[in-house]
């Protein structure tokens, strides 16, 4: 038998590899804290699992009672009573026997118990390896079938460091055929500041939250008939990814890259040739078997990628080595089959359009071309105000962990290219991480990741280096020894796919978007009718300067009209009444409230050019 101390060092190991390892402890010797209280609150609840989570940790009971705010109240109140008891976490093992003994009436941890003496699966179901030791912690009256690791006392904890959130509905083990339990939900942290500071960052998230802002803004909308993840862009939405497009297809054409159109879908056949269809086929929608042609092959795929598809652009004619690099773009839609559970506003969606390029170039130029490329990334996240960011290496499978099929097996092709990206990092002195298991199924990336309001790391942006594909499709091109030689292709994505940017600027900005991408650049209040010949004149002309501008001619009060501009975020709001008509002026209000007073017509558009050309944030000059 282990003593104590073992058993205490030996749930350490549970303490996943990213988890800040003191916050998980905290949090699961809370969940026992809370499943005491609710015990004692409603003695007929049952408790099932109740792991940590991103910011706190839950704990699913049986229960047949909706729990009332007031008995949320006094859960809370009893754990912190609890907390100041300062009960150590004692723990001890058990024979399956006596922990059927000790949970008999409870067949969640019956089951649980099964699971663990069987072998094969840990204590909340989920498979490992081999038969495990079973453990139960104790703090005062009770007693949970867990592995650890705690903090050693209650007293550790901090009464004030969490808060009870909610409950939900769950079915045990996440299953609809299961019994439906309910889901406390906390949110827990070492001190009180600390709860504050991620309570007020939620409360941000809340505000800046790009389907509330979208739909407050008119940016875009998810009608149920068009099925989830299939959202419409609405007029202002629509205009903010012109604008985006626009923008970065100029860059690329200025930095020689060649835009195509190639088709959303193509056969069977050429996801089987690219490898698509072996390693990313649970991520495609079901193939359409339109009988033509009769055999598997011919049934017709939307692509998930458009890589094979700008391979056959480069197949389309002869190449030499002095037509390389050839750098092919297009605003590439696809499609990929996500659970309808997992999809929502613009973040996550089953089609979408990337803005995508494959440079296909000598071994020689690859280096040169990906610093191209990250020369090209951070002009363009300059010009959109995102400043936070950092480059991540990322690469097939740990070598030490778990073997994966997810990867093509190349060890020399995934050596040399990992290697390579590696040392164009180097060289452009830009810091950087590196990660397994983060590749793309045929070669490593460098991926750009931001941080959203809460804190989460996601991929905006990635350049891939691939000699996978070159070789599945026998490209080549004729070197000037005449043989034939073949090229390396790099793919890369600069502003991710439309539909990502636009949810990550909605955020970034909370719907202040910049002047020179905001849906409408200025809204046009006049006072009085007649001012209405004034301000549609003035309208009609900033229309064919090529500016965006609104001018509201209803029957609404002035102040009533300023505030509905300034709601949705349009960043000059113009006024005109008696005084303004005679003298050719505005009276020029800012979304945020500041009043720049009176400006002669020539000079309110000459600060809106210089604002809009230099892509700056600010409104004035
Ligand atoms: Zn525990
Ligand atoms: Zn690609």
Same mark, same amino acid.
């Given at each position: 038998?282990? $003593?104590?101390?073992? %058993? ?9 590899? *990213?988890? &800040? +390892?003191?916050?998980?402890? /905290? ?113 005062? $009256?009770?007693?949970? %079938? ?9 007293? *550790?904890? &901090? +009464?004030?460091?969490?808060? /009870? ?136 795929? /939307? ?319």
């Amino acid at each position: 038998m282990a $003593t104590e101390a073992e %058993l205490k060092a030996a749930g350490e190991k549970y303490i996943p590899k *990213d988890y &800040d +390892p003191a916050l998980y402890r /905290l949090r699961h010797s809370l969940a026992h804290v809370l499943a005491q209280a609710v015990v004692e609150k409603f003695p007929q609840a049952k408790p099932t699992i109740g792991p940590p989570n991103e910011y706190g940790f839950y704990y699913d009971f049986e229960l047949d009672v909706n729990p009332s705010p007031g008995d949320l109240e006094w859960i809370g109140n009893r754990m912190r009573q609890i907390i100041k008891g300062k009960h150590a976490f004692k723990v001890r093992e058990i024979s399956a026997d006596e922990g059927r003994q000790l949970f008999q009436g409870n067949p969640y941890k019956l089951e649980l118990i099964d699971g663990l003496a069987k072998g094969g699966q840990d204590e909340y179901g989920n498979p490992s390896a081999g038969a495990a030791t079973i453990t139960v912690y104790q703090q005062d $009256t009770f007693t949970d %079938l867990c592995r650890g690791p705690h903090v050693p006392t209650t007293g *550790d904890l &901090d +009464p004030k460091g969490f808060k /009870l959130t909610q409950v939900t509905g769950s079915y045990w083990r996440g299953k609809s055929e299961n019994p439906m339990l309910k889901r406390f939900h906390a949110t827990a942290w070492a001190s009180e500041d600390d709860l504050k500071a991620h309570l007020a960052r939620v409360e941000e998230a809340e505000r800046r939250d790009h389907r509330k802002v979208g739909r407050e803004l008119e940016l875009f909308a998810n009608e149920p008939v068009f099925g989830s993840g299939f959202p419409m862009l609405l007029p202002k939405g629509a205009t903010v990814r012109r604008l985006l497009e626009a923008f970065i297809t100029d860059y690329e054409r200025k930095a020689g890259y060649l835009h195509v159109y190639t088709p959303d879908a193509a056969k069977k056949e050429l996801y089987r040739i690219s490898g698509h269809w072996e390693h990313y086929k649970d991520s495609m929608f079901p193939p359409m078997d339109l009988a033509e042609g009769g055999q598997e092959w011919d049934e017709l795929c /939307l692509r998930p990628m458009c890589c094979p598809h700008h391979i056959q652009v480069y197949k389309s004619k002869a190449r030499s080595y002095r037509d390389l690099p050839i750098r092919i773009a297009e605003l590439g839609k696809m499609y990929r089959y996500e659970r309808s559970g997992v999809v929502g506003g613009l973040s996550r969606v089953r089609c979408m359009t990337l803005n995508d390029a494959h440079l296909f170039v000598r071994p020689d130029q690859v280096k040169g071309e990906i610093a191209g490329v990250l020369a090209l990334m951070k002009r363009a996240y300059a010009d959109l105000g995102i400043t936070e960011y950092r480059f991540r290496l990322s690469k097939n499978a740990d070598p030490d962990g778990p073997p994966s099929d997810k990867y093509v097996d190349n060890p020399a092709m995934w050596e040399s290219s990992t290697t390579m990206l590696r040392e164009v990092l180097q060289e452009s002195g830009m810091p950087f991480f590196e990660a397994w298991n983060e590749a793309a199924f045929y070669g490593p990336k460098i991926d750009v990741q931001v941080k959203d309001v809460m804190g989460r790391e996601e991929t905006l942006s990635t350049i891939q280096a691939d000699q996978h594909l070159p070789a599945k499709f026998e490209l080549e091109y004729k070197d000037s020894d005449d043989t034939p030689k073949r090229p390396v292709m790099i793919h890369r994505g600069v502003i991710s796919t439309m539909e990502r940017m636009m949810s990550y600027l909605i955020e970034l900005y909370a719907g202040a978007f910049p002047v020179w991408l905001a849906p409408v650049q200025v809204a046009i209040v006049p006072i009085a009718d007649r001012h209405f010949t004034f301000a549609q004149k003035l309208a009609d002309d900033l229309l064919e300067k090529d500016y965006r501008v609104e001018v509201d001619l209803s029957s609404g009060r002035m102040q009533a009209k300023i505030r509905d501009a300034a709601k949705q975020k349009i960043p000059y709001i113009l006024v005109i009444g008696d005084k303004e008509m005679e003298a050719n002026a505005v009276a020029v209000r800012l979304r945020d409230g500041t009043d720049l007073g009176p400006k002669p017509v020539p000079e309110f558009v000459a600060l809106l050019e210089k604002i809009a050309r230099s892509r700056t944030l600010g409104l004035v000059l």
